[in-house]
């Protein structure tokens, strides 16, 4: 798992808060990747950011938010408008300049919404 | 579409066998190739990636893939299975410079 860290380990909450996941990595990696992984279903991409202060949404970033106002953390919130956020969330990083790069994952979150 | 399929949803082997976890993509271009490992609860780990060259990459853990051009393959191998490669397998390939697109995973079971 690295040199990123992603906090915390296991969260729970009630249907209708918003939660925030955090990611920070040592790396001094560029870019950082959300991903959200369900039984079966691979890993989906939900936000990166390839440099601080700019993000772009992926696959499925509806009912989530992200911010990048630091290189070294990517905090994800899951907002009360995602349907289905009962999931497991996996950060990563890496250095986009190399497009032979691959990815750094964090030891990811378990989050519970009941 | 660009895809990446890993047919086999789990492959189960004796320790001490050779394993193969398969993987075969439908992308343009020439793409880099991943293999990724994650072991219960826990985020992915990189295992190995071909970029270009000699078509065996060798990678952690005495892993190593073979690419083949023709087939659009990217197998995963081990000539000696251990109990502690039990876990999900992910292959992944980056076409041309862009996001990475994901296979589904395969669940390795390695019996003693």
């Known amino acids: 798992d690295g040199g990123i860290t992603q906090s915390p380990k296991y969260l729970f909450r009630k249907e209708g808060q918003n939660v925030t996941l955090s990611c920070e990595q040592n790396?001094?990696?560029?870019?950082m990747y959300w991903y959200r992984q369900d039984p079966g279903q691979g890993l989906r991409l939900i936000y990166y950011?390839?440099?601080?202060?700019?993000?772009q949404k992926g696959d499925i970033a509806e009912g989530y938010s992200v911010s990048r106002e630091k290189k070294e953390s990517f905090p994800l919130t899951v907002t009360s408008a995602q349907k289905n956020p009962t999931a497991f969330y996996l950060c990563?990083?890496?250095?986009?300049?190399?497009?032979?790069?691959?990815?750094?994952f964090g030891p990811g979150t378990r989050l519970t919404v009941t | 579409a660009q895809s990446v399929a890993q047919p086999e949803d789990q492959v189960n082997v004796a320790e001490g066998n050779p394993l193969t976890v398969k993987c075969t993509y439908s992308?343009?271009?020439?793409?880099?190739l991943f293999w990724y490992v994650q072991y219960p609860n826990r985020g992915l780990q990189f295992l190995l990636k071909?970029?270009?060259?000699d078509n065996l990459v060798k990678g952690s853990y005495g892993f190593e893939a073979e690419f083949n051009k023709s087939q659009t393959s990217f197998h995963l191998k081990k000539p000696s299975a251990l109990v502690s490669d039990s876990a999900l397998y992910f292959c992944?390939?980056?076409?041309?410079?862009?996001?990475?697109?994901w296979g589904l995973g395969t669940s390795l079971a390695v019996n003693p």
């Open positions: 790396l001094n990696h560029d870019a």
């Open positions: 990563a990083s890496s250095t986009p300049g190399q497009a032979t790069y691959e990815q750094y």
């Open positions: 950011s390839q440099i601080v202060n700019d993000f």
């Open positions: 992944a390939v980056r076409p041309n410079n862009r996001k990475l697109i």
């Open positions: 992308v343009s271009g020439n793409p880099y």
């Open positions: 071909y970029i270009t060259g």
